[in-house]
């Protein structure tokens, strides 16, 4: 079954320091997108990045990076330099070629501490 | 070029009440699709449409149906209203990417069943 999992329900950092929200994934699929959205308190979704299953380097985005470890089905975001703009919630998800579904995790809650 | 919109933006409703959310995208997409977000919850789909015409379940359908008559229009009703139906309610709809997808969100209504 296919499953998205944030194991960081909350974290705290400091304003101007890197951050890494972490996010495993499970499919047996070989092709697939992996993405992070935030959602501000303002409560709308917002792309931030995507990796493709067959991109052999790292997406980047600005401040965000994608740290996509293919073996070990794990797709981290990478903040770089954090702003108290960046308080919010992110969720990782992932799209399949054989499915007609964008599977969502949990979300992490980030805090950027002035 | 307005993306994806929702009508209304926020609603209150009594236990048992009907209502129809709309969604609209100017963007020619295929895939569009209904999901709920709850408190500490990421997103749940309940029903999904690859096409004009036709439709699916989500995770979560029961106490929703959806049609979708034309291809820009996705509409979610409630026949009878639950306080369990309490919720921010996002609309998407999907990009096709080569291989891949994107979903792009809708602002997201604000539903209170009481």
């Known amino acids: 079954a296919q499953k998205i999992t944030q194991t960081q329900p909350g974290m705290f950092v400091q304003e101007k320091e890197a951050v890494t929200l972490d996010c495993t994934y499970d499919t047996s699929d070989q092709s697939y997108g992996l993405f992070w959205y935030k959602q501000p308190s303002s409560g709308e979704m917002i792309f931030l990045i995507y990796q493709g299953s067959y991109d052999e380097q790292n997406a980047t985005e600005g401040r965000y990076s994608l740290n996509f470890q293919k073996a070990r089905k794990s797709a981290n975001l990478v903040i770089s330099a954090s702003q108290l703009g960046d308080s919010a919630m992110y969720f990782c998800a992932m799209s399949l070629t054989s499915y007609d579904k964008v599977i969502f995790g949990p979300g992490t809650s980030l805090s950027v501490i002035p | 070029n307005a993306g994806v919109t929702q009508t209304p933006k926020f609603r209150v409703l009594k236990t048992g009440q009907s209502m129809t959310l709309l969604c609209a995208q100017d963007?020619?997409?295929?895939?569009m699709y209904w999901y709920r977000q709850d408190p500490g919850m990421g997103l749940r789909l309940i029903h999904y449409?690859?096409?004009?015409?036709?439709?699916a379940k989500g995770e979560v359908p029961d106490g929703y149906n959806v049609s979708r008559l034309k291809k820009q229009n996705f509409l979610l009703g409630l026949e009878s209203a639950a306080p369990s139906q309490t919720s921010v309610y996002f609309c998407?709809?999907?990009?096709?990417?080569?291989?891949?997808?994107?979903?792009?969100f809708g602002p997201g209504t604000r539903l209170t069943v009481t």
């Open positions: 998407a709809s999907k990009q096709e990417r080569g291989l891949y997808y994107e979903q792009y």
């Open positions: 963007m020619n997409h295929e895939y």
């Open positions: 449409s690859v096409g004009e015409g036709t439709t």
